[in-house]
């Protein structure tokens, strides 16, 4: 019976490890993932480097959307290559458990590293090969598996394990991905619980995460400056245009009420992306277009995601949304000719939006904390005054507006 | 006949009507020899379907059902006519994901209508991940081509046969870049339109992007001499000259016109392109300019020539019909100077890019009016006479894919040949 431990052992550490350590990693690798049944899909796998395992990857990494699927999978997945490579030391007279998981345990870590499963599918295809070259060997004895092998084997697992939970760089993912996450679900407690200020002074990229919780939660003048804000920068991601600055806006846009513009943040956040697209982005592409009215582009969405393997329950609920719905009429010639376009200052661009008739109390929290960070007190007064309701309390950094403004120039940046 | 699909123990009634199919192809014309046209119901129930061809004419009976149904239906045979016009046996275009600043890949292809084959010419990864745009092929001459490359150490790429040749436009004559470009039918000169083109986003609305010139200009550049040599009346502050298309003789350059207007975005619905004319001899632009078409409730682009037929798209303002839901497609005899809105053509939705296969008999222009954003590719019969057929949709093996791709279709061309793939000799070009 011994000799079914290490596996065992590997199955289980590799789980729980999973879960503990990397749970929204792998959910990430979902949202950023695609696996479609499209000609344009294989095409594109194929004319890429390692399609096979690149297509099987994709495949697996699909179902990471649910809940201890993508944990199964990598602890089946590592167990697997584990008793491929048995076998092949078996074949190779070698009888130690112990040394065929080194390369397991090996694999996990680039698993665990990995931002697709695609290089892990590539090393288990591997050990599969040796497994069926090593079959041209003579069969073995059978082989032996003592305590200390045991022993040995789930010290291994062990070291794996503290590798993957220590390791700075897949901590910082897996807190990233975790807000990430809260944010597309719209859990804000949860963005709050884990971007905390002292996490957004080590990492810049969840401030703008934060502060958009805080939005939401109507709590930015009271916490603003608890956060590392230097800038409107840190505020708005104006100034960048990588994968989480286009994540960001999205999600900005999609709360601020202006659906156009998180369409837009949307196509931005596909470029950065594997594929030119993803789950995620397909999700909230026929989110935002259902939003919109435009069903004739939703539907599309909906024909694209069902050739998904885990969207069916998703797309089936669109389509019945938009057969009880009604398709917004498109705009005339001289409408869309005075539409108000989009501004790249921020605060312009609130105020379009109000312009506009797109009204969220997120907006205008935002645009006093631009005021604030502008250090435009007079304008940060005249609107104040033209918001605020008598008798309610005063937001906290909005009482003193220009000791704020120093404090911003000040380090460190967390204020208690 | 040919049995696309059978099903012994199925009851089948019969019907008068005609299926309802996607894509429609019921009573299209389509070249001989093209690739089979596939479609399925729009209702989704599983279809099989005979094929009889009777003179010039090829009936399509469609039987449906719904999947494990033992009962289905039987419709009228619908026809799709059979023309011996010939067609240029390449499409080239570029497919790109259909928006906003940013792409991930995008590229030139070549697509066979003889058959479904797509072949890479240029992809975006061949040159670093850099834009490639405004292809064209001088005369649908499949040896020879241009297109543009932005990004750093972009420029224009000449081909001839197996030579590329990469040249700044930029840093010669008059120092602009190129953007829309026409090849003079002789094959020496380029006529290119230079626009200071930006993007903008409507905060509100069905319209998600505008795009407009601040300025724009046309340059005449000589293959031989590399040279770029200007015309007073079409380069300078006082108008946005844009689009230019040569007469198939050569002797007369078609553009589109409009004032220049200060803030180009807040007057955007106040900009309309009229069609002009100039004279071209002896390697020079000679006399005034002709106005062919003013409008005030019409701007042109695109204009494009074919015979005394000048096909153009027509939008309610603007210079960038793709986004103009308004867009439809006009022909206009020169000889008579009548003009008409093509309705056999036309849809709710956009119709934009067009071109003319070289014998004049075909056209494939590009169409939004499956979703409103994704572009696909049309063709059509042209009877010489004024009148097109109804269009069909390119075909593909499998009809989803119209669906299911996540790319655009832009700027097609008809080619008279395979253009082969660059991939290897712009790698090491840009690789330099």
Redesign the interface.
Known sequence: MKRFLPPVILFLGVFLVTLLAQKYTFVAQEQNGLFLLSRDYFAGRFASPLPVSGILGDFLAQFFRFSFYAQAIVAAGVTLAFLLLQGVFRRLRVRWAWVPMVPAVALWIVVAFGHTPQRGVFLILVCAGLWLLSRLLPSPEKGKCGWVDVALCALLVAAGAGVIALHPSLRRREIVAGTQYAVTLGNWDRVLAVATPERCAADETLTPLALLALGEKGMLGDRIFDYPVRGENDFDCCDRSDEESAFFRTFLDERLGSYNEAVHALYQLAATQEHGMSFLVLRQLLIDYYRLGDYALAEKYCAVLSRSLCHGQFVRRFRREMAAGKARTPDTPAARGVAPLASRDPLHHLYLLEAAGIHSPAAVDRMLCTLLLRGETEAFRTLFDSVHKAGAPVPRYYQNPRSNLSATSREPYIKN | MLLAGSCARVKYETRAELPEIFPDYVGVTVPEGMAPLTFRMKDGRKLSYAVERKGDTLFYRVRARERGSRRGTEYAPFPVYVSRDAIDPFIAYRLI?P???????MGIYARELASYREKTVVSSKDIGGGCVNCHQFPGGDPSRMMLHVRGTGGGTVFRDGEDLHLLNLATVGPQRQGTYPAWHPSGRWIAFSSNSTQQ?????????V?VYDHFSDIILFDTQTESVSTYEPMFGDAAMETFPAWSPDGGTLYYCSAPQVEDV?GN???IRYALKAVRFTAGAFTGEPQTLLESDTLSVSFPRVSGKWLLFTG???GTFPIW???ADLYLMDLEAGAVRRVDELNSADTESYHSWSSGGRWIVFSSRR?????TRLYLSHFDGEGHFSKPFLLPQ??P??N?????SYNVPEFVKGDPGTWSKPISSLFAR
């Open positions: 994901e928006g906003y600043q940013s792409w991930s890949d903008s986003f409507p905060l509100t609305g069905s319209q998600q505008e975005a955007r619905a106040d939008s309610a303002y103009h839901r308004e499956i979703d409103g954003r994704f093996k499998d989803s894919h669906t299911l791709r996540l790319k």
